[in-house]
């Protein structure tokens, strides 16, 4: 059973840019979840969809967004980036919203503002 | 707001050695509790999970009951191995309708020395 999927590994994007992050779920999983993981922040939810819809956002600036496709694949979009916005982004899986029994996570991607 | 506070690292161990972790949460109602490790590099892999008061989750060696009159989920392993040097992460699910999130700790980092 494939894991969690998460494009490309490594990026690296000039302040200003965009930067579009892809997701895929473990198969049959339509929940997936967006977590920021900085030394000085630590693990920070994102976003939360599921059955393409935004079910739960957290404390970020508007340039962060995200989408969900009909096949429960994800991608998350920072726009106007940020030296801060450097980060690994790591997404996570699970059967359903609201899950009382653990999500998976992918590898992450790392990103680094120049 | 929920929250948890894991002790301080880094926790610096010779093979063999007896390990704990501590980890106390605060939550409004009655969350799950996980235990999740990150190797270099690499995502966050879920260690173990308990989902109500007195439950213990155990998982390669590793175990942690939860304790809701101390609200305490504390990692143990009765012999460590250079291989469990990793970061070791405590959470804990926050549901809201039909939606939910993980809040982490801070992490702490293990060392285990041959």
């Known amino acids: 059973k494939a894991g969690v999927t998460q494009t490309p590994r490594y990026l690296i994007k000039t302040r200003g840019q965009q930067v579009t992050l892809s997701c895929s779920p473990i198969?049959?999983?339509?929940?997936v979840s967006w977590y920021q993981q900085t030394p000085g922040q630590g693990l920070q939810f994102l976003f939360e969809y599921f059955s393409e819809t935004q079910r739960n956002k957290g404390n970020f600036p508007g340039r962060f967004s995200g989408r969900q496709f009909s096949n429960s694949r994800s991608e998350m979009n920072v726009s106007t980036l940020e030296l801060g916005d450097s980060a690994l982004y790591l997404c996570a899986s699970s059967l359903t919203a609201a899950s009382n029994y653990g999500y998976t996570f992918g590898s992450g991607t790392r990103l680094t503002v120049v | 707001g929920d929250s948890v506070t894991q002790m301080e690292g880094p926790v610096t161990l010779s093979e063999e050695a007896f390990l704990t972790i501590n980890c106390t949460y605060t939550?409004?109602?009655?969350?799950?509790l996980f235990w999740y490790v990150q190797y270099p590099g690499e995502g966050l892999q879920l260690l173990l999970k308990?989902?109500?008061?007195?439950d213990k989750g155990s998982n390669k060696g590793f175990e942690a009951t939860y304790r809701k009159e101390t609200t305490s989920f504390h990692l143990e392993k009765g012999s460590v191995q250079v291989s469990d040097s990793a970061v070791y992460f405590c959470?804990?699910?926050?549901?809201?309708?039909?939606?939910?999130?993980?809040?982490f700790g801070q992490g702490t980092t293990l060392q285990v020395k041959p």
């Open positions: 308990a989902t109500k008061a007195d």
């Open positions: 959470a804990l699910s926050v549901l809201t309708g039909n939606t939910g999130k993980l809040i």
């Open positions: 939550a409004t109602g009655y969350p799950s």
């Open positions: 198969s049959g999983h339509r929940s």
